[in-house]
C-alpha cells in the first residue's frame, strides 16, 4: 500500500500526506491485519476508491477461507464492529442502503453501546424513510452524545417527518350521503 501511494503521487497529488500518516501510524505498532486494513479502507475511501475498499473490507469480515492468524471475531468484538460500521458507509456511499444497515447491524451486535454505530445506522433508516426506525436509532445516539448539536437537528427532521406521516394516516376524509349524513 506504501509503495503504490508513494509511486502514484503524480496521479493522486493528495496521497503523499496518506502516505506520510500511513507511515507514521505503522512506525511505532506491531504489524496488525485488522487494523491495518481498518487503514487500507480509510485512506482507498479518501482517494474515492470505493469499490477497492469495499473489497478489502469484506476480504477480511467474511474470508472465502479463513486466516488462521487472524483473531476470531468474538476475540477483537470492538475491532470488527469497527471495520464493520466502515464497510456500512462504504455501502451507504455506493448506494447500497440495506447492506449498509446491515453491516451497522453487526457492528452493533458486537459493540451495543457505541452511540456513533446508532447514529449512523439512524441516518440510514432516515434515507430509506423508515421514519419510526430511524427516530429510535437517533434519540438512543443523542441520549449518549446530547452535545452534538447537528444529531439534534437531525432528529428533530425525523420527528417532523414521523409526525406529519401520523397526521396523514390518522385522518379519514368524510363522505356525503343522499340523505346528507356523514359518514367516515
Not at 87 to 96: I, Q, T
Request: net charge positive; hydrophobic share 40%; aromatic share 8%.
Amino acid at each position: 500500500m506504501l509503495a503504490v501511494l508513494a509511486t502514484a503521487q503524480e496521479r493522486y497529488p493528495d496521497a503523499l500526506p496518506l502516505w506520510k500518516q500511513a507511515q507514521a501510524w505503522l512506525q511505532p505498532q506491531e504489524y496488525d491485519l485488522l487494523a491495518w486494513t481498518w487503514y487500507d479502507a480509510k485512506v482507498l475511501i479518501q482517494l474515492r476508491h470505493l469499490h477497492k475498499a469495499h473489497k478489502a473490507l469484506s476480504n477480511i469480515l467474511s474470508p472465502v477461507s479463513p486466516d488462521p492468524r487472524l483473531p476470531r471475531q468474538e476475540e477483537h468484538a470492538e475491532a470488527h464492529a469497527e471495520l464493520y460500521a466502515q464497510r456500512g458507509g462504504v455501502c451507504s456511499l455506493l448506494h447500497s442502503h440495506q447492506e449498509a444497515i446491515r453491516d451497522l447491524n453487526a457492528a452493533i451486535r458486537f459493540h451495543p453501546t457505541c452511540a456513533r454505530f446508532f447514529h449512523i445506522r439512524g441516518l440510514l433508516h432516515a434515507k430509506q424513510q423508515h421514519w419510526q426506525t430511524a427516530y429510535h436509532d437517533l434519540w438512543r445516539a443523542l441520549h449518549e452524545m446530547p452535545e452534538d448539536q447537528a444529531l439534534a437537528d437531525c432528529l428533530f427532521v425525523v420527528m417532523q417527518r414521523l409526525g406529519t406521516q401520523l397526521a396523514v394516516s390518522t385522518t379519514t376524509p368524510t363522505m356525503r350521503t343522499k340523505g346528507g349524513m356523514r359518514r367516515a
